[in-house]
Each structure stands twice: as C-alpha cells, then as structure tokens.
C-alpha cells in the first residue's frame, strides 16, 4: 500500500437540487444529518481497525463534497474531523477543502471549522450575473459571494477557491468576461472553470431534449475558454489543469509546485491513491477501485447495522461498500494516461510511467501517441525537476486542450 492515500468524503445534503446537476445529492433529508454523521464516524472507524496490523500513512488530503457540506454544523465537521485525525497520520501540511454555497456560511461557522484544521474552502460560485444564476436556480446573488470571501478571510483562510460554470444556454460571451472579471477582483488563490454538460436524467438534460431549453452553443463555449485562458494569464494565474488556475505556479517544471494548486484533485489527476467514505462515494486504493451505497438511509443502515467480523471486509472495502473492481495492469496504466494527461504543465512523465508499471510508455501506446504527436495534439518535451533531473513528458499542446475528450479516447480500452 502506498504511503499517502488521501481521502474524499461525501456529504449528499442540499436544500435545493440544482435542475443541471447530476451528483449523488437529496433535497429535503437534512432531518437524517446527525445519523449521517454518526455513520461516516463509523465507516472511518472500521477503515481504522482494518489498518491496525499494517503500517501507518500519511493523509496528505481531506476533500469534503457534495452535496452541500457547509449545511453540517460546526461541531459536527469537527466530530468528523476528530474522527479523522484519530483514525489516519495528518502532516503538519494537510490540505482539508470543504466545498460551500455562497450564503450558507457565518462567521461563527468559519471560524469553528478553521479551528479544526479546515483550511481551505470552494466556493461554488457559477455566474455573477443575476439571471445566469437564477437559471441555474441557485439560491444565492454576487453579494453573498463577496459577503462569503470577507467573512473567510476574517476566520483566517488564506486559500479558496471559487468555482465557475460558461456555456449555459444564451449565455453571451460579454457576460462571461464580466463574470471573470469580477471574479478577479477578489483575489481567489484559485480558479475552476467547467463547461455546462447536459446529463441525462437531469432536468436540464430532459428540457433540451424536448426543445424547452437552447443548447448551449460550441463556439461560443470555446471563446469562453480561450478568454479565460488569456485574462486569467494576465491576471497572474497558471492554467495547470484543463479546467483549473492557481496563483503562484512554479511553470515548466515537473510536479506543479504552488501551495494553491488542489493538492487534493493533483491525487486524482496523478492516479494516487484516496479512499471515498460516505453515500456515493467512490476510491481507488490497494488496487481497488469502488463505490457506496447511493441512497443516504441504505448507508446509514449499513454501518449501523453491520455485525460481520473485520476480516470479511478487505481493504478498503467496507460495509458500505456495493460496487468494487480490482484493477489490472491495463486498467491502471489506461487511467494513468487520462489522469494525467489533464495536467497542462506535468503531463506525462515517461519516467515515472516506466517506474509505475515497469513498462516503457512507447512500448505500450506507440501507435497512440505517434499520431497524437502527428496531428499536433500532444507534445513530447525535455523538462528539468527540481534536482536537474531530465525527462521526457509528454503533454497536450494548446491547441489540444478543447479537443482532450478526443485524445483521452485513445487511452481508452
């Protein structure tokens, strides 16, 4: 088992489900919040008693999502929290995100969940413009946004990171830019910026399909992209991740370097371990990759009325546990390649491809990358680490970095 596995935790409450949003999320439930919490204490409880016989790790990262996370309490993200730091080794570098609503945190809140050893907060943001957002049927305005930022920062944060949505339906280009701008101007550490997609199932996805609501236009979409792209670089933030910017990014070398670049979605996007604790959650450890319960009263009811003995659970599957795949040697080097293929200023590494899978990377995808490299959708460049240590890394171009699903696909088994 690796040393560092972070860990995600999935907190599925919402006042309100958003009409475009297609995660693991309830409205109405709230009244379930403290058996919900009872049952994550549990579930990393169990994961503790399954590592007493194995060496310690590190948690580099905690991740609270959602679902709206900011609707627990203060002193329930702390039992959470406690829970954590009983069970895992936390580094005096931790990096513990929770994501919020604009207008769903006070001070009193903010402050409680610093003290903790929260430190770093996603704002989901989406849009300053009024009818952009009531659109998007989010519940709060651009001065709740602000209100949000003065408060954080009064309780001692010092990273967040505020989330955006472009290429909504009759979204036009001059509403967007005004919307970075403002964004700008309060000085978040980072950016993320997503492309609306149309899921099915949603609400969005079924009134496009009936011609209720406009399809958002490609074009449009991609000078959105491009503007970010060019006011977020004058503006001092690094594009290290197709849809992610950081102030203060070491550029062109190995490994991003910035105490404000997600160290949590880095494990991700660097196919590192985490483990996924709650309904819906997912992980990938110990050569597993696996899933809980969806429905948050199955989850409760699982960790609260387990009776098997640890040993029938191997880690890091729990109780909780309904889906699980062992990985193979393609399946890891094939997620590798699309993981890691989103870093815009790592990519890549051929050396530590070799040293993962004890196989050369143009051995394994030669007729791949070659046309890749023909076509003028990646690039294979000669990079220097920190120890002057040379590599081979290959990367998407700039060209490439709105045609990626394109290039991931040839990754895909």
Known sequence: MTP?????IHVPFCVHRCAYCDFNTYAGQ??????????????????????????????????????????????????????????????????????ANPGTTSLEFLHQI????????????????PEELHMLERAHDFFDVIRSIQWARQAGFDNLSLD??????????????????????????????YALTLEHGTPFGRWS?????????????????????????????????????????????FNVQSKFAC????????????????????GYADGYRYSNFLRIKTYIERLANYQSPITNYQFPLTPATVNHHEQTLRD???????????????????SDFKSRFGHDLMEVYPKEIEELLRFGLLERVIVEDATHFTFYVLRLTPSARLLANQVFMRFVD
């Open 4 to 8: 560092d596995t972070s860990i995600y």
């Open 30 to 99: 709230e009244d379930l919040i403290p058996s919900y919490v009872n049952a994550l204490i549990r579930e990393i409880e169990y994961v503790r008693r399954q590592l007493s016989n194995l060496p310690a790790f590190n948690v580099p990262t905690v991740f609270f999502g959602g679902g709206t996370p900011s609707l627990l309490s203060g002193s329930q993200l702390v039992s959470i929290m406690d829970a954590l730091r009983a069970a895992f080794a936390f580094p005096p570098n931790l990096e513990a995100t929770i994501e």
């Open 114 to 129: 610093r003290e903790a050893g929260i430190n770093r907060i996603s704002f989901g943001v989406q849009s300053a413009n």
């Open 164 to 193: 955006l949505i472009y290429g909504l339906p009759e979204q036009t280009l001059a509403s967007w830019k005004s919307t970075i701008q403002r964004i700008v101007d309060l000085h978040p550490e980072h950016i993320s910026a």
């Open 209 to 253: 399909q009936r011609g209720l609501l406009p399809l958002p236009d490609p074009d449009l979409a991609a000078d959105m992209y491009e503007f970010a792209e060019e006011f977020l670089a004058a503006n001092g933030y690094v594009h290290y991740e197709i849809s992610n910017w950081a102030l203060n990014v070491q550029r062109l070398t």
């Open 263 to 282: 160290k949590h979605n880095l494990q991700y996007w660097r196919s590192l371990p985490y483990l996924g604790l709650g309904a819906g959650a997912h």
């Open 332 to 350: 890891d080097m094939s997620e590798y390649m699309l993981n890691n293929l989103r870093l815009l200023i790592d990519g890549v590494s051929e």
